[in-house]
């Protein structure tokens, strides 16, 4: 199953989704492997029309569904390796790859993709929690340490983040020493972030950023964050602003919430972020 109107041949998109159902280094509540192929089953409860954009995914988007990658649980070098080589596989034919997780570390292979081809690659990240641990319980690869071994690969002032109201002291000394931008708890100077025109961007949005009110489906909930329509404008603001060469929306568990309003939400919120993403530059 695709996910609604995603039924552009690969040859014919801009951009193609591939999902990661992955969370063996999950530090809390699991069950993000599944968010995946839930977003494409409860798809089918939405319309593909956006009365925000008035825009819809039959006539104004060309995407295709590839599916979902098999990997092996409890080897993450591995299954980042084979995340790695689907993304780079479709940047190396002029598309966007969106990865839907899966656990945030599904994000690093991407990324490793994206900055191999784009050696001057920014991130702009919406998250509750920093991310940016040196290791988890001695572990360098969790989804506890994601962006700090992003930034390994970027180096300094190259990630920004946005909805931050999470992390150990040590997280935070590592943003205030300036190796990151981050605007803690909200998004008020996302309006003043630009770039030099061309810059190519990965977005990555753990969907946990909201407020637990409106999306319980996660596995690690934070109270204190950001509205569905908050978020919503932010990202619709990037996607069109910005050169968007790479992103993901990540730790969806849908069993946690039995009420299936995290999905829905999940799938709305993809819906619009594949109609306002700018087609890639050939």
Known sequence: MSFIGADSAFADADVVIFGAPYDSTTSFRPGT??????????SFGIETYSPYQDRDLETDARV???G??????GAPDRALDMIEEKAAGILDAGKVPFLLGGEHLVTLGAVRAAAKRYPDLHIIHFDAHADLREDYLGVRLSHACVLRRCHDILGDGRIWQF???SGTREEFAFMREGHV???????????SLSFPEGTPVYLTVDLDVLDPSEFPGTGTQ??????????LGALTDILSRFRIVALDNVELSPALDASGRSTALACKLLREQLLALRAPVR
Do not use: M, N, Q
Request: charged share 30%; glycine share 10%; net charge negative.
């Open 222 to 231: 934070e109270a204190g964050g950001l509205r569905f329509a908050e978020l």
């Open 33 to 42: 492997r599944f968010g995946p192929s839930a977003v494409r089953s409860e």
């Open 68 to 73: 979902d990658l098999e990997l092996p649980f």
């Open 181 to 191: 931008v981050t605007e803690p708890f909200s998004v008020k100077t996302l309006a």
């Open 163 to 165: 909805g931050i109201r």
């Open 64 to 66: 295709c569904d590839a």
